[in-house]
């Protein structure tokens, strides 16, 4: 599901914030009900980055239910502000 009005905003953030603040880093969420929003992983180490998220959406399966995303194996995450690697959906547990 694609929600064009999302894209480039931040996953918990309002609707009206411009983007993620000067100098953050983010992944950008592929698929699934939040497709097309960024995550902010700024300050995140590397092995949470590779454990990947279950993030709250009522845009899933189940209402109030997760979204599981992933990154992609041997996709490197490049480090520094803006948007340094992709998550993938996964699924809904």
């Known amino acids: 599901m694609v929600l064009g009005g999302l894209r480039g905003q931040v996953y918990g953030h309002d609707h009206d914030d411009p983007g993620p603040g000067p100098g953050r880093t983010c ?10 929003l960024l995550l902010d992983i700024h300050g995140w180490r ?44 996964t699924g809904d547990p």
């Open 27 to 36: 992944a950008e969420l592929v698929g699934g009900p939040l497709d097309g």
């Open 46 to 89: 590397a092995e949470e980055v590779d454990d990947g998220v279950a993030l709250i959406t009522e845009l899933g399966r189940w209402p109030g239910g997760r979204a599981l995303y992933d990154p992609h194996p041997g996709e490197a995450c490049k480090t520094g502000p803006g948007v340094a690697c992709r998550f993938y959906y």
